[in-house]
């Protein structure tokens, strides 16, 4: 679908892009949250869209659009660390804030949020390849080549953030 849609089919192009966007959708929510994750899915087809004509079909289109995902990311991020913060919160603020119920495991809302909490605690490389690997189902060589990195760099990340997983349960659970 990539390489027509990178030959002007905009019937491919359609089509390529419903396939997509669930996943980098969900990709983008687990590096950076549910707020920003829209505005970042669409800025990653805007800039995808001006370099599919260069799309040469070496990996996988929805690599290719994964690698350009996390580069909108880290823009997004070195834009943000030269900016003040907003004092604003939302209500995705405030859920992270809540307790679980008393018992010790949480289930639907609670469990996303516990989640995403584990995850925001890893370090961005670490949460990316385990993320990619272990929640959308990205072999070791795609994830490698999206994160930019060799394959037992990969690895080590991943390794270490499950390392860190297990280290961030197990103060919860002495925590209480």
Not at 21 to 32: I, T
Not at 81 to 103: F, K, M
Not at 134 to 151: F, H, K, N, T, W
């Amino acid at each position: 679908m990539a390489i027509a849609a990178a030959r002007g089919d905009r019937a491919a192009f359609e089509a390529w892009v419903r396939a997509t966007q669930a996943e980098v959708w969900r990709f983008l929510v687990h590096l950076n949250g549910p707020r920003t994750a829209d505005d970042l899915t669409q800025e990653t087809y805007l800039r995808a869209v001006t370099a599919l004509p260069r799309f040469a079909g070496r990996a996988s289109s929805r690599t290719w659009l994964l690698s350009i995902a996390r580069r909108v990311f880290v823009d997004t991020v070195r834009r943000e660390t030269v900016r003040p913060r907003s004092a604003h919160r939302t209500w995705e603020d405030v859920a992270e804030q809540l307790p679980t119920t008393g018992d010790d495991r949480a289930t639907g809302f609670e469990a996303a949020v516990d989640t995403q909490l584990l995850l925001d605690q890893l370090e961005p490389d670490r949460r990316e390849a385990l993320v990619l690997t272990q929640i959308l189902g990205y072999s070791y060589a795609e994830a490698a080549e999206i994160c930019g990195c060799p394959v037992g760099t990969l690895r080590s990340r991943i390794a270490r953030a499950r390392d860190d997983l297990l280290a961030a349960l197990h103060a919860q659970d002495r925590a209480g």
